[in-house]
């Protein structure tokens, strides 16, 4: 199904008629080269961020890990009581 898309602003559409000359395509090719482009380079700037924090989260984790244990590791017991009410 073909769907039309108007554009209104008369710099966009002078810059997609220039680029569509330079490029010696169609409007629509020269459309859709700009826009999966700019989309790829989007979504590799989200993958990077996504995988940086993955990568600093693991270095917070290996910090706490690092840390020395101070007494024994709590339990539900001793945190609750029989009805799971809090101490």
């Known amino acids: 199904m ?10 966009v559409v ?4 220039a680029l569509s000359a330079l490029l ?4 629509t090719d020269a459309i859709h080269e700009a826009v ?3 989309l790829m380079k989007k979504q590799a700037e989200v ?3 996504r995988e940086a924090g993955h990568r600093r989260a693991d ?3 290996k910090e706490i890990w ?4 101070i007494g024994p590791v709590l339990t539900d017991a001793d945190l609750y009581d029989d009805e799971g009410m809090p101490k």
């Open 47 to 49: 993958r990077a961020e």
């Open 14 to 17: 002078a810059d997609v008629r």
């Open 59 to 61: 270095e917070i984790l």
């Open 36 to 38: 999966k482009e700019r």
């Open 2 to 11: 073909t769907q039309a898309i108007q554009v209104k602003r008369a710099d």
């Open 24 to 27: 010696g395509v169609s409007l």
């Open 66 to 69: 690092a840390m020395p244990r």
